[in-house]
């Protein structure tokens, strides 16, 4: 042991050596970025989980009621057993990027934002002690309150208003830093441009993804199960959450739209950027996946049923051609460049017929309007093709293919929760709040900084 | 011996006009015992109704429909007259309130599936009333001649022109013209104040009299113990029918559906609760109407440059829509609430079906929620956009 440490220690004397002495501000600008753009990815990918799942299983266990279903009950449950094991994951997650990175890296802007959004904060903090005390109060007074359902699914009820309240108050720090309004009012501040959009964004995107990743675990879950009935409520279970996942994604086009119509008002360097600058071949994969999306999921209901052989597939699989089409109009590429100012720069601002490097095919208005309309409207028709064709099917028949595809739909939704964090966070760039503090140098280019009113001395 | 006296001229009067039995008739009736105070939106909407007929007549006493006196006329009220500001913003507070009602109303029979055989055509009017109570509203909101007002007219007289073929004659026809004037004006208050409520009134009265025909029976909340009992998951009690006669007016539909478990007298039990609930909603309007009042901005100028219109509440949906939809694809979209009550007004005939459970109508229920949500996402993102412009 004592050798071991005489060579590990000069080892690590050296390693200390290199390292500054003090907190690396506004300096190493590509690894800070680096490194709270991926440990605010983890964050949003295992919150997002804990606050779809805070929303999603008091509704559940609500319907369960209404319909009288134990498997409702028992879904419910399971989210609630997430929440209690992954709430203080995905909290120490955000202490350590706060207190570490973010304090390190961008103190000047961690202290600014934090006196602009002080409310939100305190709001916050104490939504995240009501959301946790819910959390475990609903989960563990399961079976003392079985008799009293009602007061149990009030306990629902109120975690459910407590994970969407801490969404909206992060979401009220996030829209403000896109869309920055004035920070000398609360109310202005929780009512800037995009707040309201993003916050509808998020929660719908958060109760999406908790569907699509617990279909895709239910998933591994019925792979595994031994016995009829496990099977049958996994099978079950899967369905139910890629059902739900799809049905909240279906609104998601006209959230998103309204989203990115506020940032082209407010913020518009922003929206340049995401439409016709650098980010804009994103954006085309983003809009590609949600059609990926949609159509994995027609594919899976498709299968479901056929494996039944309930009603309702041949149409399903004639809505799966639909949605292949929006796709592919979706995601036809507007100037054939990797930037439209690089099309402009070399003077073809023309259609291709024409020798220039426009497609007026992959232009947003009206195509890729009509092609989002497209996807929401073929994913109603599915999911009520879909529902529809339930009562043919019989639980616990699913096929090995129908569960990979679960999988496959969590994956894209993690790659969709991703290349948008990717996308909003860029789109500001190069200010760590909009037109108000560049990253580079953490520079303020406007007082954002609320100034202390004098006091009347009596 | 006044009493004797007052009996005797009752009695003279009930010989000629049958009151005590059309009293009789009209109050005691069988109602659903489960669901009753959901029963309550119904008659919350007839009440607010007629706080909107009570007001507007008062109002007809003092407002001047030309655009030269409408807003001065209001004006006066505004400075000069607490009595006629309060019964104003009465009549604004209850139209908004009534807006909502009804459409609680509508949701309400929607997902219960009370519109079913034999009360198609209860739904059929409902439809209707909310049409109308729609096209009072934003009437009603061109009257002040206010900037607003001006801005709400010049958009909503415009709406029509997208409709093929006739639009631009619809919108002249409206307009008077090609430009929203003193013709636009007269001729809504003319639309406001006459047109919809002559086809509003026999409405309400048919729709009350096919109400009282098929009775208040027919929601899935009524009847939850006979499904079950009928798909096998739960034995439900023997069921307490009331007998069917006189004026008891529930007719078979189905062995099912004839009449619910539970019932009782509309006189007392029902009259309270409706009573309460409107009481509670007048009072709430009253407040609203003293508190906030009904605001009156600058009289209208077109030639302003810098007044952003701000849209009515209850239109932030469709203003929305129009916000995020290209130009080119307006009349599109357009479709979409045109079609919507086209759909409403055939949704009885398109969800035969006996079955009112809405976990088991797919077909009609997940189209018609997620148009709500619609509805609720896009009001959500109008009133966001309101705070920033």
Known sequence: MSGLLAVVAPILHQLAAQLPAQAPQGKNLVAAQAAIGVGFSIHILIAGLVSGAGELGPAIEFLGYMRQRRRYDRLARALGHFMTLYFSVSSTIAILLITVLLVGFWGHFWSTIATIGWWPFFIEAWTFVLQVSLAYLWYYTWDPLRGFKGLHMAI??????????????????????????????????????????????????????????????????????????????????????????????????????????????????????????????????????????????????????????????????????????????????????????????????????????????GSMIPWKVLALMGYSLLAIAAVIWYLRGLPGVVWGHARRAEQRLLVVMALLTVMMMVTMGFIRENGRAPFLISGEMTIQGQQNTQTTQPTPQPTSVP | ????????????????????????????????????????????????????????????????????????SLEYLKQHDAFGSIVRGIHLW?????????????????????????????????????????????????????QAAYWTAVVVTN????????????????????????????????????????????LIGAHLALLRKHGEHGSYINYRGAYRAREGVDVPPPPKQRPIEPPYPAVPS????????????????????????????VVVVFILAVAIGAPLEAIADPSTTNYTPVPEWFYLPLDQLLVLVPQQLIPLILVLPAGGVVLMLLLPFIDRGPERNPFERPAVMVPGAFAVLFVVILTLLGSGRLFNQ
Request: no cysteine.
């Open chain 2, 159 to 202: 709406i029509p022109a997208y409709t093929p073929f006739i639009g631009s004659f619809i919108r002249a026809l409206w307009r008077g013209g090609d430009f929203v004037g003193p013709i636009t004006l007269v001729r809504t208050f003319g639309i406001h104040v006459w047109l919809i409520p002559a086809v509003l009134f026999p």
């Open chain 2, 1 to 72: 011996m006044i009493r004797e006296r007052l009996a005797t001229a009752y009695n003279w009067f009930d010989e000629r006009t049958a009151v005590r039995s059309l009293t009789r008739k009209g109050l005691y009736e069988a109602v659903p015992v489960r669901g009753a105070w959901f029963y309550t939106l119904g008659s919350a909407t007839l009440i607010l109704i007629l706080l909107q007929l009570v007001t507007g007549i008062f109002l007809t006493m003092l407002y001047v429909p030309s655009v030269t006196e409408a807003w001065a």
């Open chain 2, 254 to 281: 189905e062995e099912v559906w004839a009449a619910p478990l539970e019932t009782e007298d509309f006189y007392p039990y029902q009259t309270f609760k409706d009573g309460l609930v409107s009481a509670l909603l």
């Open chain 1, 156 to 361: 629902g009820g109120l975690l459910a208003v407590a994970s969407f309240l801490q969404v909206y108050m992060i979401d009220i720090i996030a829209s403000y830093m896109m869309t920055p309004t004035n920070p000398q009012n609360p109310l202005r501040l929780a009512l800037n441009p995009t707040s309201y959009p993003l916050t509808v964004h998020r929660t719908v995107g958060n109760l999406a993804y908790v569907g699509f990743v617990f279909a895709a675990f239910s998933a591994f879950k019925f792979l595994r199960a031994r016995d009829a009935e496990d099977r049958a409520y996994y099978d079950w279970a899967g369905s139910f959450g890629i059902l739900w996942g799809v049905s909240m994604t279906l609104v998601q086009p006209i959230v998103g739209y309204s989203y990115a119509k506020e940032i082209q008002l407010h913020t518009y360097a922003a929206w340049y950027k995401m439409m016709f600058g650098t980010l804009s071949p994103v954006f085309l994969w983003q809009i590609t996946l949600l059609g990926l999306m949609f159509i994995v999921s027609l594919v899976y209901f498709t299968r479901r049923l056929r494996t039944d052989e309930a009603t309702g597939a041949g149409l399903l699989s004639l809505m799966t051609i639909g949605m292949v089409a929006s796709t592919v109009l979706a995601a036809m590429p507007y100037h054939l460049s990797l930037t439209y100012d690089s099309v402009l720069a070399a003077g073809l601002n023309r259609p291709f017929w024409d020798g220039g490097l426009i497609n007026p095919l």
């Open chain 2, 94 to 146: 209850s139209a908004y309130v009534l807006l909502f009602v009804i459409g609680l109303h509508m949701v309400r029979t929607f997902f219960s599936g009370s519109y079913k055989r034999p009360r198609e055509l209860n739904w059929v009017t409902g439809v209707g009333l909310f049409v109308l109570v729609l096209g009072m509203a934003i009437t009603g909101a061109f009257l002040p001649w206010d």
